[in-house]
């Protein structure tokens, strides 16, 4: 009985562990992701531009607006030597998930989108980019 004391304590600790290494370079404070400072506001602007400009975020009743944003995945890509030489420091893609209402057929329905994110001496930028495996970001093509 005693040893069961203590396996769940230290099981719950080896969890919290595990979960506080997960994810570490793509975090957007300390000095190893410096290069990816600025990413999260640039992923909320992506989010206002979805909800402006995506079809399923048209509805204007309160049940039928978009919701449930979500970034799927994240991962960064290889910056080229003459991207390099242009300046760039860091690109990544991002997918992001959300829930939508398609007028047309007049029900729910999710979107998915994927974008690649470019970080220059003047920020991030964003381009659409190809289709991408949700838990990977790895390109489907």
Not at 19 to 28: M, Y
Not at 82 to 100: C, D, I, L, R, S
Not at 101 to 129: C, M
């Amino acid at each position: 009985m005693g040893v069961s004391i203590l396996k769940l304590p230290a099981a719950a600790c080896a969890a919290l562990l595990m979960l506080g290494a997960c994810d570490k370079a793509a975090t957007t404070s300390g000095a190893p992701a410096d290069k990816f400072a600025g990413l999260d506001a640039a992923e909320l602007t992506w989010r206002k531009d979805i909800i402006a400009t995506d079809p399923l975020c048209k509805a204007t009743a309160e049940d039928q607006k978009c919701s449930g944003f979500e970034v799927a995945c994240k991962a960064e890509r290889t910056v080229t030597p003459a991207e390099q030489a242009k300046g760039v420091t860091a690109k990544v893609v991002v997918m992001m998930t959300w829930n939508g209402f398609d007028p047309k057929f007049n029900h729910a329905q999710s979107g998915t989108k994927a974008e690649l994110f470019t970080k220059d001496a003047k920020g991030w930028t964003r381009a659409p980019h190809g289709a991408v495996y949700m838990q990977t970001c790895g390109d489907m093509s």
